[in-house]
């Protein structure tokens, strides 16, 4: 992978460590998925990216996080901070499944 594409993944990354985790999705259950979870599956594959490539197993963490965030999306958009917070995440998630 390119050097840029590991630069962005990173400059991305750190951007999104200064967000805070949203407060009403401790709260929520879009579609029955527990957003605390995915929200840590999701950033520590793409932590794990940042170190080198991915096992299948994180493979296909991230293919099926990125679908459940993309499932959910809809259910978060009456809160802007999570939907910001989750559309953020995705898109880490889909840099680092390039890596």
Do not use: K
Not at 82 to 91: G, K, M, N, S
Request: glycine fraction near 6%; aromatic fraction near 6%; hydrophobic fraction near 40%.
């Amino acid at each position: 992978m390119s050097d840029t594409h590991n630069d962005q993944l990173a400059t991305l990354w750190q951007g999104f460590l200064d967000l805070p985790f949203p407060q009403s999705c401790y709260r929520r259950s879009p579609a029955g998925e527990d957003l605390v979870l995915l929200d840590s599956h999701l950033a520590g594959c793409v932590s794990a990216a940042l170190t080198g490539p991915l096992d299948e197993r994180r493979r296909a963490a991230l293919r099926t996080g990125i679908a459940t965030v993309h499932r959910i999306l809809p259910e978060l958009a009456d809160d802007p901070e999570a939907a910001d917070y989750f559309t953020r995440l995705r898109e880490l998630a889909v840099l680092a499944g390039e890596r």
